[in-house]
C-alpha cells in the first residue's frame, strides 16, 4: 500500500463542473512529486458552497487502486 498526500483548492465553478459531467477526473500532484488522477466522484463528499478545498491523503493499493481518500 501507498500513501500519498497532497493540496486541493478547487473553485466552486471547476467543482460545478465535475457534476455537470465535463470533468470525470482530477489530477494533483502528491507532495512526493508524484501525478495522480484519481476519478472525481471519489471527493463527491468533500464538496463545500466553496468548492473542494483542503489537504487530503489518498491510500493505493499494489495495483493503484484506491483504498480510502480522507481529507487531513
Known sequence: MHTFEFDMALSAMKTRAIYEGQARYIVVESDQGVKL??????FYRHVTAEGIQGRFSVDVDADNKIIALRRL
Do not use: C, I, K, M
Open 37 to 42: 488522477q484519481l476519478p472525481a466522484s471519489n
